[in-house]
């Protein structure tokens, strides 16, 4: 059966979690004792499907899979046209990866990931570009039925 991506997005009751996105950075000076510093980077938007009893594996279809990742790409290079200053948009595949929520009485959900970070220094934290990129991927996610957790 051919999918598109808002039919999968019903059927499997796709939401999306943002997350801030941190560096550590480990500063070593010789005669200094180590320090480390925790930098806000960028956002990871976590992208989850879930399991339906449709479903024969614990991982999703790589048919269905693939086409999430396309759309999501797409959403990627879009946004990324748009971006100022040295914003970038990541796309991180996890096909084999299963995520129990127990929130939910331990539902079976399949996950991407979105990463919205930039290039201008792993000291510099997130900005204005990176926040704008994040409100355009949520109203793109949205606009294709997926809910916000």
């Given amino acids: 059966m051919p999918y598109d991506i808002r039919s999968l997005v019903k059927e499997h ?6 997350l801030p996105y941190y560096v550590v950075i480990d500063e070593r000076s010789e005669g200094r004792p180590a320090a480390t510093a925790k930098v806000h980077a960028g956002y990871d938007i976590d992208i989850y499907g879930e399991r339906t ?13 693939a ?27 996890s096909p084999s990866t299963v995520v129990f929520d127990f929130r939910d009485h331990g539902k079976m959900e399949a996950t991407l990931r979105l990463r919205i970070s930039h290039g201008r220094g ?8 990176e926040q704008s990129a994040l409100e355009e991927v949520a109203q793109e996610l ?5 809910a916000r957790r």
């Fill in 13 to 18: 009751h796709a939401f999306y979690e943002v």
């Fill in 67 to 93: 086409l999430s990742y396309a759309a999501l790409k797409k959403i990627a290079e879009r946004v990324s046209q748009h971006a100022n200053g040295s914003c970038s948009l990541q796309v991180i595949p």
């Fill in 122 to 129: 792993l000291d510099k934290p997130a900005g204005q570009p």
């Fill in 142 to 146: 949205k606009s294709m039925g997926f």
């Fill in 53 to 65: 009893k449709s479903d024969a594996s614990w991982t999703p279809s790589p048919e269905k899979y």
